[in-house]
């Protein structure tokens, strides 16, 4: 059979040739494109500026950690800004790059920047003193100002404070070389509070905060994106407006608009429509909310949370009693060696679910019984119940498509439990 994706096997006066005139490249869609131009941040811009002005006058590294959901400008601002400071400033900046949700403690922190250094005979077990002598001593090398970007630093436990880390580094003289500055980035509405205590604890870290976009924002964004992503003349002039009032209304960030419009060109693309119009929109809108979750189950939550998600949803398909924290502990600590991740006190797996809960995919209810135990023989105590707000199966659906693993045991639920499955 003919490859099916060659062009020379689609006749060019076909539906298909001509449903493939939507889309010039989906880059500007991607998580990790970085546009040239940033928009509606000019005060974010100007407070990130002005912390980064001790750099520039050698005043020393700041520490700074920056607050708001995923699509909001983050990472956008910072790059423009980090970019304009290596312009201007008279020393060397190193910039160092690391995912919190990749490495989410200051050992596996460490770990990462010894192999980033060329330390490759470094090896998972290693003690934390001899990692930390590795990449004190290339910091010193490096000399100037060393940045490090932490992205999804709310992956990092309560135990884990990379400020304190580098901070105590630097007085303790082990840094000695080198000025040493943190930027987290936290993809929550606010910081989680371990993180919000060390912008109290250390007088030299300061948090900014990013806001909701306006709906005139969110178009000046589209435009932007729209003009790189789609060929000439495909875009009838209400579907960019449109989006960015439906993504203002829903959530103010980018990211929301961007999936609404991808949405909508590929439903036109599908229908072998020659423009992207209003009604494809509207049917856009229709399928973002599962779009959306998949997208941000796949790229916003840690390996660990998306299997205590995936817990949580497969406890729910059974259907056998309410969800407790101990069924969703001894169910992670069952499952967390089969899909090669590490099993961890019960601490972590409460910080795992706490994201699910500020999200509002899981809601939480408090009982308190007191001491009633000791007088009716019933339970007595505090304790949490766990149940969803988002149906089980498209979790599930998400956890599929999230990482492999998951999949031996989804396919043995569905074997086990799921013909009894009817919410």
Not at 155 to 164: H, I
């Amino acid at each position: 059979m003919e490859n099916p994706f060659k062009r020379s096997s689609v006749p060019t006066s076909s539906p298909r040739a001509e449903s493939d005139q939507i889309f010039e490249t989906k880059e500007p869609f991607s998580k990790d494109f970085c546009p040239d131009k940033v928009f509606g941040r000019e005060d974010e811009i100007d407070r990130l500026s002005i912390l980064l002005s001790d750099v520039v006058q050698e005043f020393g590294a700041p520490n700074i950690l920056i607050e708001g959901q995923e699509g909001f400008g983050k990472r956008t601002v910072t790059t423009y800004v980090l970019d304009a400071l290596q312009e201007e400033c008279p020393t060397q900046i190193t910039i160092l790059d690391v995912d919190c949700k990749e490495h989410n403690s200051i050992y596996q922190i460490l770990l990462h920047l010894s192999y980033e250094f060329g330390e490759s005979f470094v090896k998972q077990g290693h003690p934390t003193s001899t990692l930390r002598k590795i990449v004190y001593k290339k910091l010193n090398e490096f000399g100037g100002t060393v940045l490090i970007i932490l992205n999804n630093i709310q992956e990092l436990g309560p135990d884990d404070q990379p400020v304190a880390e580098f901070q105590e580094a630097c007085t303790d003289g082990d840094i000695s070389n080198a000025e040493v500055g943190v930027i987290g980035l936290c993809n929550r509405i606010r910081l989680p509070y371990h993180l919000a205590e060390s912008v109290k604890n250390h007088a030299q870290t300061s948090k900014v905060t990013f806001e909701p976009y306006r709906s005139p924002e969110l178009r000046a964004i589209l435009e932007y994106h729209a003009e790189i992503a789609f060929k000439d003349d495909v875009l009838a002039p209400g579907v960019v407006p449109k989006c960015a009032a439906i993504s203002a209304q829903l959530t103010g960030d980018a990211r929301t608009g961007l999936t609404l419009l991808k949405l909508a060109g590929e439903i036109a693309k599908e229908s072998s429509d020659e423009q992207i119009t209003e009604k494809h929109v509207d049917r856009a809108n229709s399928k973002l909310d599962t779009t959306q979750f998949i997208e941000s189950y796949v790229e916003d939550f840690s390996r660990e949370e998306q299997l205590v998600g995936l817990i949580i949803a497969l406890l729910d398909m059974r259907n056998e009693c309410e969800i407790e924290f101990r069924h969703v502990y001894s169910h992670y600590y069952e499952y967390a060696e089969k899909v090669g991740l590490n099993q961890v006190s019960e601490r972590r797996v409460r910080d795992f679910l706490w994201p699910f809960e500020e999200e509002g995919v899981v809601s939480v209810e408090r009982h308190n019984a007191g001491r009633q135990g000791e007088k009716t023989g019933e339970r007595g105590g505090i304790w949490h119940t766990y149940s969803l707000e988002v149906p089980a199966p498209e979790i599930v659906e998400a956890a599929r498509s999230a990482f492999t693993p998951f999949q031996k045991l989804i396919t043995y639920e569905e074997e086990s439990n799921w013909e009894n499955y009817d919410r």
